[in-house]
């Protein structure tokens, strides 16, 4: 068996257990680099650790930082408020409230599964009291996560468009960005439909409940849920902060990791209390997760795997399938696993197919990308496991199986429709 086999199917391995194992992916990861590394491809530890993607660690890190002490300080409340009072008691609205708060959220650096964690406990909360269903409220959540989740300064964006630069490959951020944002769009407006959106409307929203339903307050008066979403000292900081990391990104184009660590510790600086609890929800899970898989893709292009497979998959004969093929691994193997560590093993695979030039490189990635972040509805992914678990009032088994359904048909009708739009007309 030949070393760039055994290091695929090391692969895959990695893939399976992480998902029958519950262990991470990122740790399986490392440890498969330093197997196939040292014993199969005979490579020094020095080499192994190049791999490492020590800019994108500081990004990780340093956004999921940051976006803890708006958690911490309660400015995602003063947020997740506003945007509730701007309806103005319309409950139809409200999925689409969600929808846009997640996606802004990720469009300005949160990564996905944590803007989710901010806003699904609260979206499903008003789901049970104004009998909104569940998995309409959690697609929406979900949905408008991924949405946001390819902007140029974004975790995903920042991710996708670094492989490619060093990939070498064409790249477009715009259609990237603009790829994601209309497909879960458009996929949100038919689930809106199917489930029940439209009789929203008829329903109205009680002051009082808004008020709830904004802070989280309780019975005993909107007094304490003003005081909770009030515009204090601590929140405006962070208001400016996240202001100024956007500026920093997209006027000064600095980098987003270290203008958000910045950004992070002048806040820590002023209020050490909120950076104490903050800096434990730092998702090192994730950052773990990504670091290992980018290093295990690594060691895969330093020992010729890449081009062997790319090769390989340029060896099926007609160009299209093997584009469609790569979007359905994508999606599949991302509903049971990292969408982002999917993505990070892909798409430097599929270089040596790509540089042929017979499939557009900007239509491909950009439906990969789709494909792979689509699906993640599914209970058995990050995302879809934090809308099961803020779920309320509900038959969580029940729930569990609309899930995973809503999952299967995203898996199964995502890859070829964004095929179709992204990649046949080959107008990229």
């Known amino acids: 068996m030949s070393a760039e086999l055994i ?19 990122g740790a399986l990861a490392f440890a498969a680099a330093f197997g196939v590394g040292t014993l199969v491809a005979d490579m020094k530890t020095d080499d192994i650790f190049k791999g490492f993607p020590a800019s994108l660690f500081v990004v990780l890190v340093g956004v999921t930082f940051l976006f803890a002490i708006a958690r911490a300080n309660g400015t995602t409340d003063w947020l997740v408020y506003r945007a509730i009072r701007l309806v103005g008691g319309r409950i139809a609205l409200m999925p689409w409230v969600m929808f846009a708060i997640t996606g802004v959220l990720t469009a300005i650096g949160a990564v996905s599964p944590a803007a989710v964690a901010i806003v699904a406990p609260i979206a499903m ?17 979900v949905h408008g996560a991924q949405a946001g989740g390819f902007s140029p300064i974004s975790i995903y964006g920042t991710i996708v468009n670094g492989i490619v630069a060093k990939e070498g490959l064409p790249g477009n951020e715009i259609v990237l960005f603009l790829a994601s944002l209309v497909v879960n769009l458009l996929i949100a407006a038919v689930v809106f439909v199917v489930l029940g959106g439209m009789k929203l409307a008829r329903q109205p929203l009680e002051a009082p409940a808004l008020a709830r339903a904004g802070g989280g307050g309780d019975d005993n ?32 184009d600095l980098d987003v990791g270290l203008a958000a660590i910045t950004v992070a510790v002048l806040l ?38 890449i081009k062997w497979a790319g090769d390989s998959v340029a060896g099926v004969g007609a160009p299209l399938l093997a584009a469609l093929l790569i979007c359905y ?31 557009s490189a900007i239509g491909l990635i950009a439906a990969l990308a789709v494909s792979a972040t689509v699906v993640d509805v599914s209970p058995f992914s990050t995302n879809g496991a934090l809308v099961l678990a803020g779920a309320q009032d509900v038959d969580r088994d029940k ?24 990649v046949v007309p080959g107008i990229w």
């Open 125 to 141: 909360g008003f789901a049970a009291k104004y009998r909104i269903s569940p998995l309409l409220m959690g697609v929406m959540v």
């Open 268 to 305: 820590s600086v002023v209020w050490p209390e909120t950076s104490k609890l903050a800096i434990t929800q730092i998702t090192w899970p994730t950052v773990l997760l990504i670091c290992g898989i980018l290093t295990y893709v690594a060691v895969l292009q330093t020992m010729g795997t």
């Open 399 to 422: 729930f569990f199986k609309q899930l995973m359904v809503y999952g299967g048909i995203m898996v199964a009708a995502a890859p070829p429709l964004v095929w179709l739009a992204l």
């Open 329 to 359: 691994i994508g999606a599949i193997v991302s509903a049971f696993a990292s969408s982002v560590g999917i993505m990070g093993a892909l798409i430097p695979l599929a270089v040596p197919f790509l540089l042929q030039g017979e499939v």
């Open 221 to 252: 008066g909107s007094d304490v849920t003003e005081e909770r979403v009030a515009l204090t000292a601590p929140r405006i900081a962070t208001l400016l902060g996240l202001a100024a990391l956007v500026t920093a990104a997209l006027v000064f």
């Open 7 to 25: 290091s695929i199917l090391v692969l895959v391995v990695v893939f399976v257990i992480a998902t029958t194992r519950s262990i991470n992916m």
